[in-house]
């Protein structure tokens, strides 16, 4: 099915179920791909039918957007290409200004990451993440200008809080900004909090959501053992568990919802990793799912997560291990003895956000 595109959000862009993460083209983190390699994978992904990349201007310091704009160029296939990259992170040690969302920064970064790419503009420009103090509306009016410019296209968040997104968004609307279209938020089987705040928000503000990390860093693939922070098995597991975000899902937990997995792929036939993908390309608000590779044949197992559909006993499975604990305030909205002491004992047919929640 990778020749079946959706809307991104509620816009006109056209997207592939599957997004390409190019974390790791480029040897500088000490886990990438070099560039023949690199250039393998993108091709493959590009000839299978889909057309969405992403990058982002600190992917292995600049190389990833460096090989991507070489790979495109090699194709001559821009127009084709769905291409996204992020800003945010610190672009130069000492200088405050070269990270974040200020004016200075957006600016600043996009124009490093268009030489980079060797391209005039960008489909899909994304807040790699809040400095905690950026105001909103000095943010929206930045994006608003580089998509006036005609050098962005379209705009996106990633790794913001909810309230923050909600402001963003009721400043666009008000002020006639461009509209944020799109999410990029960790999603998976052992990280569903974005359920509570951000997919209700995607669905009610028309944003498609494209989770990062689907099978948390390679826990989801089947090829580990373990209890907490203690596994067994060879992989980019083993080179991103320290890291502060990507090794954040190792828990007893996790490993139970790893484990279940792996039982559900073995009675439909599947690897635990095409199970991984296709639940989560397959919940609410969901757009394209962001896939990496190191290896072609990983690739290929990837892009054949959505030819099948988990029946809906084992999905329940899925469902039910991997549910997210529902914490204050979110018993008071989506308990039942709460809800029934809102509606009077009557039954309401929820809203699609209600569903999602």
């Known amino acids: 099915m990778t020749n079946e595109y959706v809307l991104l959000g509620r816009s006109g862009l ?3 179920r599957f997004c390409l993460g190019t ?3 480029g040897t500088e983190w000490g886990w990438g791909n070099a560039e ?3 250039r393998q994978i993108f091709n493959r992904f590009l000839d299978s039918g889909c057309n969405f990349i992403d ?3 600190g992917y292995t310091n600049g190389t990833s957007e460096t090989l991507i704009g070489k790979f495109l ?4 296939e821009r127009d084709r290409v769905v291409i996204a990259t992020k800003f945010g992170f610190g672009r130069e040690q000492g200088n405050p200004n ?3 969302p200020g004016r200075k920064n957006v600016h600043g970064a996009l124009e490093s990451s268009l030489r980079r790419l060797q391209t005039d503009y960008v489909d899909l420009y994304w807040l790699h993440n809040w400095d905690t103090f950026t105001p909103a509306e000095e943010l929206m009016l930045s994006l608003n200008d580089v998509v006036r410019s005609g050098k962005v296209r379209y705009i996106g968040f990633s790794n913001c809080p909810g309230w923050y997104l909600g402001r963003a968004a009721t400043v666009a609307e008000l002020r006639g900004y461009e509209r944020i279209i799109a999410l990029q938020l960790e999603y998976s089987l052992v990280q569903r909090e974005i359920e509570k705040e951000h997919v209700p928000a995607a669905l009610e503000l028309g944003m498609g959501i494209t989770p990062w990390s689907p099978l948390a860093s390679g826990l989801l693939t089947g090829r580990y053992n373990g209890d907490g922070t203690d596994f067994s098995g060879e992989g980019r597991l083993q080179a991103v568990k320290d890291h502060p975000a990507l090794g954040a899902t190792l828990s007893e937990r996790s490993w ?3 484990g279940e997995l792996v039982k559900v792929a073995k009675q439909i036939g599947r690897s635990p990793a095409q199970v991984a993908l296709n639940w989560v390309t397959n919940r609410p608000a969901v757009s394209s799912t962001i896939i990496g590779a ?3 044949q990983q690739l290929e197992d990837n892009l054949a997560s959505l030819d099948f559909t988990i029946p809906a006993e084992l999905l329940k499975r899925l469902d039910e291990i991997s549910a997210p604990q529902l914490t204050y305030p979110y018993y008071f909205f989506y308990k039942k003895e709460f809800r029934d002491m809102v509606s009077g004992n009557t039954t309401i047919r929820p809203t699609q956000t209600a569903e999602a929640a």
């Open 14 to 16: 056209r997207v592939s």
């Open 23 to 25: 974390m790791t083209f």
């Open 36 to 38: 023949n390699t690199s």
């Open 55 to 57: 990058t982002a201007d």
């Open 73 to 76: 160029k090699d194709r001559g």
């Open 98 to 100: 070269s990270g974040g």
């Open 256 to 258: 139970r919802i790893a």
């Open 294 to 296: 190191t290896k072609i």
